[in-house]
């Protein structure tokens, strides 16, 4: 399998405080791979540093054989590497239907297709996958309606929407009812496999985790810790201190 | 698709009430000829806080200096009317154009550096903008400096002048209103809905958010130049600070007007409007010089009280009104 | 007139104001310094030589270098002022989250208190400084309870758009009650001639420098030792964290914004004496501390300090190239490019201003 994402010694620091040292790991397409590690283990920071919410310090970080360390937010969106956030972000004023509408993807769009109307195949498939997410009875409510389980299924959806080709989730399953939880890592398995969309997913719920991906990747105070299959790692002598703080 | 939020369909009494306010405006000048001038102010101002609220209600950017775009407007129209001589009615066209032109361009070159703040960063320094256009334009001798300039007068009878102009001016607020009326209506509009809400979102999801920002701007831009030049020639004189760039009147004026009708929404700034101009035209000679402090309580009080302004409350009040409905299909459970 | 000539006459004119004596050359300078401002009267210039009059203001300059030391005392002493006002507007922003755009209005309340001392109640202006902080302390807990408790919760503009409205305000008040004309007071202290009478200081601006010093290090001091100053800096690093230990905010935030009002009533009691006071005058004091603060960075007392003696300099070289008149016109530009700048350097680091 072809490498979508490869991120190569990255490092990043604010003022002195390192929050990612030397980090490597790669995705393959297709996959779902897992990242762990316990609070303050750099995690975000590394998704941010993907989707180029900041400058890195040093290292590379290729997605699609394209260095993109250099890119701007909005411009890797456009390459198909997009993110959710951990605390979820709709466009809270605009109602359910809207927030899909807009969220297609703007890799080719220009201004006068953005003057257009919205094509009537653009809004099937927002139904179609408000529908997959379980929301299309609330499609016409604002977003700041529902409530943050909800708005989390939303965000999934936008991403959806997007048809990116990559994705990577900031603890999906965090704030949700655990009765809903199995749903959506069902929805996260149907959006991979049939979709094709490759994941990288952040989660604490080691349930979830051991059960949805293939390969993880373990951080710790910064560093890359293990990697391995659910398995492995969870015999991982290292892994078990890291969580229980004897790191 | 329809967005609900923005457009009612126009059937049975809505469109008899559209018809008789059509016909209404249209034989203003002629039942009304004494107070023309102000129904031509009125429709003004609904250029004012339509083009406001373009920016601030639909996109987020609250900006206390759109009045920029009035003044360059104003002065680009008079000066081309004193320089050249075409004729009185092509030089004033030329002269709109010119200031679209201008006002555009400024717009788009300062939207590059001012639409990359956010928040109150924006709001203040648009402020900053607006008064600075004042300032330099009341010392630079071209356009007659502190001292103001003449707008070349309507060569014909005076009362079809008033008439001439009130026409114009309703012919913009129409414009106005179904240019915008229509942009809201598609996905450009939803992309500044977007940045609104959560701009960090929108480029997360690979919007290209400034090239929208400074289209929304640049198009508030092209309105209000087009106002500033009839307004400028409606006045007849134009005075750096008091009317062209004049930002403790029309620049606050515009924001109170939006908001008091209800921010981002298609109608509020029309109603909040009217509103505010026929408070402003029946009550404000009474105030004997004490206007401008009626100004500062009126904001206060407005934004103290009543900040979601007539459609917002209307909103909130009946959001099924503005399509915010749930359906409850037998079988489906949502999360 | 040749370029050179224009800088030949400015200097003779600096001249002879040199040999004035000192009381009525010190009320020339102001003059010269409220009507003209710069090197050159604009009236004696034909219309579009503004670029002309600013390359022989600054011939003038390189000439006599002597001018630009006078204009960096003036812009210092100035800048200390400044420097007061923008602390007051970064202590309320900080704890409060609010933009004060009244904060000018606030400098022109106290600067008309000691304008009624010296004219009307007929006792030393500096009796305005005190009685200016007090008035400006009445007036801030009156805004804070009628306005700005209600919008302190909102979102930033709501807020923003309320001070501005109280703002105007209280501008127009003053324009109703003093009329819309500059005031100057005249505290009949001399000035000092230094470098052999080429560079003059006047007392006042020493002595409004000095108090300004005082008055800060001891708002510092109380911020850092007294109880409340305690409750203030805590509700600022975590409101609703104060709230849970028993800290009443809303008190805290009324005591913080009038607290601001008295130092910018005290630093206005200043302004009128060393300076100038109009109804209008206010807005400019408003841009200028947030011009400041936004140099500085938000919680960088270090930093306000010496952005607001930069901004006096500043200002007072570019009031000497272009010409007083452009006084505003400069304020507001420089806030707008400031703005601008800063933005441009974030965006370097992918981070927006917000």
């Not at chain 1, 080719?108 to 997410?133: H, K, Q």
């Not at chain 1, 389980?149 to 080709?165: D, R, T, W």
């Not at chain 2, 009708?261 to 109608?267: A, E």
């Not at chain 2, 409350?313 to 949502?334: I, L, Y």
Request: proline fraction near 3%; charged fraction near 15%.
């Amino acid at each position: 399998m072809s490498r979508i994402l490869e991120v190569e010694g990255v490092s990043k620091s604010f003022g002195g405080v390192v929050a990612n040292r030397d980090i490597s790991l790669n995705v393959a397409a297709g996959e779902i791979v897992g990242l762990i590690g316990p609070n303050g283990s750099g995690k975000t920071t590394l998704f941010n540093s993907i989707v180029g919410y900041h400058p890195i310090d040093s290292g590379s970080i290729r997605f699609e054989s394209r260095e993109i360390s250099r890119l701007r937010v909005p411009q890797i969106a456009r390459l198909g590497l997009l993110r959710t956030f951990q605390q979820t972000r709709v466009y809270k004023g605009m109602s359910c239907l809207e927030n899909m509408l807009i969220s297609t993807s703007h890799s080719g769009a220009t201004l006068r297709g953005m003057l257009a109307g919205v094509p009537r195949e653009i809004e099937e498939r927002a139904e179609e996958i408000l529908e997959f997410v379980g929301l299309y009875p609330k499609r016409r409510l604002a977003a700041s309606d529902l409530s943050f389980g909800q708005q989390k299924l939303l965000e999934f959806g936008m991403a959806l929407m997007n048809e990116p080709k990559m994705l990577l989730l900031d603890e999906p399953t965090a704030g949700i009812n655990p009765t809903l939880i199995n749903g959506l890592i069902d929805r996260l398995r149907r959006a991979n496999a049939q979709l094709g969309i490759t994941l990288l997913v952040i989660e604490h719920n080691m349930r979830v985790i051991m059960n949805l991906a293939q390969r993880l990747y373990c951080l710790a105070h910064g560093e890359l810790l293990a990697e391995g299959t659910p398995g492995e790692l969870q015999r991982d002598r290292r892994v078990l201190d890291a969580y229980l703080g004897a790191h | 698709m329809r967005r609900e939020a923005l457009t009612f369909a126009l059937r049975g009494p809505r469109l008899a009430a559209a018809l008789i306010l059509a016909a209404l405006s249209l034989a203003a000048p002629f039942l009304f000829p004494a107070i023309t001038v102000q129904l031509a102010l009125l429709w003004i101002m609904v250029v004012f806080a339509m083009t406001w609220d373009t920016t601030g209600g639909q996109m987020g950017y609250n900006s206390f200096g759109n009045v920029l775009f009035v003044g360059l407007g104003m002065y680009a129209c008079a000066v081309v009317q004193r320089d050249f001589g075409l004729g009185y009615f092509w030089t004033l066209a030329a002269g709109l154009a010119v200031g679209a032109l201008i006002a555009v361009t400024v717009g788009a070159v300062l939207g590059a550096g001012m639409l990359g703040l956010r928040g109150h960063y924006f709001a203040i320094g648009t402020l900053g903008l607006g008064i600075a256009a004042g300032e330099i334009a009341s010392s630079w001798e071209y356009v007659g400096a502190g001292g103001g300039l003449t707008v070349p007068i309507y060569p014909g009878d005076i009362a079809f002048r008033t008439g001439f102009f009130y026409y114009q001016c309703l012919m913009l607020a129409l414009a106005t209103f179904l240019a915008l009326r229509w942009l809201y209506g598609t996905r450009f509009g939803l992309a500044l809905n977007a940045i609104r809400d959560d701009e960090d979102k929108a480029e997360a999801m690979g919007l290209h958010t400034t090239r929208y920002k400074t289209v929304a701007w640049c198009t508030a831009a092209f309105f209000l130049s087009i106002a500033g030049g009839i307004l400028g020639n409606i006045i007849g004189f134009i005075d750096p600070r008091d009317t062209a760039f004049a930002s403790s009147s029309y620049g606050i004026w515009m924001v109170l007007m939006a908001i008091l009708g209800g921010k981002g929404t298609l109608w509020g700034p029309v109603v909040g409007a009217v509103i505010f101009h026929l408070t402003q035209e029946l009550f404000w000679t009474y105030l004997l010089g004490w206007q401008r402090v009626a100004l500062g309580l009126l904001i206060v009080l407005i934004v103290v009280f009543f900040p979601q302004g007539i459609f917002g409350w209307v909103r909130a009040r009946w959001p099924e009104r503005f399509g915010a409905t749930v359906e409850k299909p037998a079988g489906t459970k949502s999360a | 007139m040749q370029d050179g000539q224009h800088a030949a006459v400015a200097l003779r004119k600096w001249a002879s104001l040199r040999d004035l004596p000192d009381p009525a050359m010190d009320r020339a300078l102001s003059a010269r310094r409220l009507s003209e401002g710069g090197g050159l009267p604009a009236h004696k210039l034909d219309g579009n030589c503004a670029a002309a009059r600013a390359m022989a203001n600054l011939d003038v300059l390189i000439a006599a270098p002597v001018f630009a030391i006078q204009l960096l005392v003036d812009g210092i002493l100035i800048g200390a002022v400044f420097a007061l006002v923008a602390y007051g507007m970064a202590l309320v922003w900080g704890v409060m989250n609010v933009i004060n755009i009244a904060q000018g209005e606030f400098v022109m309340l106290g600067g008309y208190t000691g304008v009624v001392c010296a004219r009307y109640l007929g006792i030393s202006p500096f009796f305005g400084i005190p009685l200016g902080a007090a008035v400006g302390f009445l007036a801030g807990l009156l805004v804070y309870q009628l306005v700005i408790r209600r919008v302190v919760e909102h979102d930033l503009f709501t807020s923003l758009l309320a001070a501005f409205g109280v703002s105007i305000l209280l501008a127009q008040l003053l324009n109703q009650a003093f009329g819309p004309d500059e005031v100057v007071i005249d505290t009949g202290l001399g000035s000092l001639n230094l470098f052999g009478n080429m560079v003059s200081v006047s007392v006042i601006k020493l002595v409004s420098c000095g108090l300004t010093v005082a008055i800060g290090g001891a708002l510092m001091l109380f911020l850092k030792r007294s109880r409340l100053g305690q409750a203030i800096r805590a509700t600022a690093q975590n409101a609703r964290a104060a709230r849970v230990m028993g800290i009443d905010t809303d008190r805290i935030y009324a005591m913080t914004f009038a607290i601001n009002a008295a130092i910018c009533g005290a630093a206005g009691a200043l302004v009128a004496m060393i300076w100038v006071v109009s109804p209008y005058a206010g807005l400019p004091y408003t841009v200028r501390s947030f011009t400041i603060v936004i140099m500085a960075g938000l919680g960088n007392l270090g930093g306000v300090i010496l952005s607001a003696f930069g901004l006096g300099v500043i200002e007072q070289f570019a009031s000497f190239i272009f010409g007083a008149e452009t006084e505003f016109a400069f304020v507001f530009s420089f806030l707008v490019l400031v703005l601008i700048a800063r933005s441009l350097i974030l965006q370097r680091q992918r981070k927006v201003l917000r």
